[in-house]
């Protein structure tokens, strides 16, 4: 039925009960999961210095390098097949160019990793995904 299945993940709460219930979906069905983390480059938009974007890019680097191997190994834990990709971009536009790219059957999310007043002004990613998106999103509650 889904052969391959994205997950986003951000590293927040949702997302990681997204990627536990991927997994367990993926397992049930012996699918392969994509774990994908995008540096979003338009939270730096109005940054002028590049050595602070510079800065700021390495650190999201990292962040999404532990977000990526936590995605791996909820996944071996369950022996199921994971791929993690790490990308730039605008992360609504990157979770479904990935998605057409990989030919995924569906795409988990968590809800909204951001909160509050980012919420607010930025809007949501899974909300933007859900309505644009021509590839099924199963989105779980954190």
Same mark, same amino acid.
């Given at each position: 039925?889904?052969?391959?299945? =994205?997950?986003?993940?951000? !590293? +927040?709460?949702?997302?990681?009960?997204a990627i536990k219930?991927?997994?367990? =979906?993926?397992?049930?069905? !012996? +699918?392969?999961?994509?774990g994908l983390y995008v540096i979003d480059i338009s939270a730096f938009a109005g940054i002028p210095a590049e050595a602070i974007w510079e800065n700021m890019r390495s650190l999201l680097e990292e962040e999404g390098k532990k977000a990526l191997e936590r995605v791996e190994k909820l996944a071996d834990t369950k022996d199921v097949?994971?791929?993690?990709?790490?990308?730039?971009?605008?992360?609504?536009?990157?979770?479904?160019?990935?998605?057409?790219?990989?030919?995924?059957?569906?795409?988990?999310m968590g809800t909204s990793g951001k909160s509050g007043l980012n919420r607010f002004l930025l809007g949501s990613v899974t909300e933007k995904v859900v309505r644009t998106s021509k590839i099924p999103v199963l989105v779980i509650r954190g």
């Open positions: 039925m889904y052969k391959k299945i =994205l997950i986003p993940t951000d !590293g +927040s709460a949702p997302a990681e009960a219930e991927g997994i367990k =979906l993926a397992k049930a069905l !012996g +699918s392969k999961i994509y097949k994971c791929k993690t990709i790490m990308k730039e971009g605008i992360p609504s536009k990157e979770i479904i160019s990935t998605a057409e790219e990989i030919k995924a059957g569906l795409i988990v």
